[in-house]
């Protein structure tokens, strides 16, 4: 899109009542967001959902006044305006049901944030608690997966602390604009966050928290992930929320088990009574993720079909990425990977073991 139709469909976007669903029937029905915005209001309410409130605000001069200072104000921020059809939109987040039509983000998305882990749990968080967050993501961060969480207090601070210190990335998905920090203690937090990874949200800059907006923006927590991993959370907990989302998006759930005396981990006992997966180390979170979708590429020439080929030494890399997915001879391999037939031969059994390659004869393998 050009900057005029852009501003077109951040209008329609921004429009109360239009999300991602009716802008899609919109879109189908009239081919472009500036169609959408010349048509008529009785031609506007002939497509399913758009009631004659909406096509009023459709077309409102306010909600035009609304999206040029939206984008201006973007402009002036440093906050990346990104839509589905944007190659940059998270894939993730275009297979769940409630696709946000816009996402703010103050800082970068990568590709290879399609590996990425929520960790969520309690705000009043113990010690052990805020401890575990940080090791489990301190390790994760260093095995190569992104670590996503909601800036707040307790085990999403610990989490994305864990992650910064081990050099790798982290998103603070919020419920506010990506300059309205809650809580405000975190301000600091949030721009180390931008730094090695992204603040990000649905909401227009300027939109002020507000309790209602958080249990919404666990979707997108879980949206944006392969897997959510509850620390610890009591019975009531926004954190079994996302972990519900997470489940119903078709995601993996685990949970870290607790004390049987302490209120704060019920909640993680309850998940793991009604099927999530129970983890007691990092590891276990690796070989627990099932196979990607499709590849990710994580860089340097590097792609990864499942989580656990992070775990995998720098031998075993360049072996596995010598394989193709289509059936590859063992020669083809041992002449692309560089490594001495010895080494391959033995690798490849390793692979094989580790269920990440399948021998279809006795020279020809496949990446599975």
């Known amino acids: 899109m050009d ?16 999300g991602v669903v009716l802008i899609e029937r919109l879109l189908e029905r009239f081919g472009s967001p500036t169609a959408v915005l010349a048509a008529s209001p ?18 409102s001069p306010q909600s035009r006044t609304l ?17 589905p059809h944007h190659d940059a939109f998270p894939r993730l987040l275009k297979e769940i049901a409630d696709t946000p039509s816009l996402l703010f983000v103050r800082g970068t998305l990568l590709a290879q944030d399609e590996l990425s882990l929520a960790i969520v749990g309690t705000r009043t968080a113990s010690h052990y608690g805020r401890s575990q967050a940080a090791r489990f993501a301190n390790s994760l961060s260093r095995a190569g997966l992104t670590i996503v969480s909601g800036l707040a207090r307790g085990i999403d601070a610990a989490a994305h602390t864990g992650a910064i210190e081990a050099g790798g990335r982290t998103i603070a998905v919020l419920g506010s604009g990506v300059h309205d920090i809650y809580p405000p203690q975190h301000a600091e937090l949030a721009e180390r966050i931008v730094g090695c990874g992204a603040l990000v949200s649905e909401m227009p800059p300027g939109t002020k928290p ?76 690796i070989e627990a993720l099932g196979p990607l979708a499709q590849e990710v590429d994580i860089g340097l020439g590097q792609t990864v079909r499942s989580p656990r080929e992070l775990q995998l030494n720098e031998q075993e890399t360049a072996v596995l990425q010598s394989i193709q997915l289509e059936p590859t001879d063992v020669n083809s391999v041992i002449a692309a990977s560089g490594l001495p037939v010895s080494r391959v031969l033995s690798t490849l059994s390793v692979l094989e073991m580790r269920k990440l390659i399948r021998r279809i004869s006795g020279n020809v393998v496949q990446r599975v």
Do not use: W
Request: proline letters at 5%.
């Open 42 to 59: 009785a031609q506007l309410c002939e497509v399913p959902g758009v009631s004659v409130a909406v096509s009023r605000n459709i077309r």
């Open 3 to 18: 900057h005029e139709a852009s501003l077109d469909y951040l209008q329609l976007a921004l429009t109360a009542g239009v």
């Open 210 to 285: 507000k309790s209602g907006m958080f249990p919404r923006r666990n979707r997108l927590i879980s949206g944006l992930c392969i897997g959510t991993l509850v620390i610890e959370a009591p019975e009531r907990s926004g954190a079994l929320i996302t972990a519900r989302l997470a489940a119903e998006q078709g995601r993996d759930v685990f949970a870290m088990p607790g004390l049987v005396t302490s209120p704060a981990a019920r909640g993680c006992h309850k998940l793991i009574r009604d099927g999530a997966i129970l983890v007691q180390d990092p590891e276990d979170v």
């Open 67 to 83: 999206a040029e200072q939206t984008l201006e104000s973007c402009q002036a921020g440093g906050i990346d305006i990104l839509m």
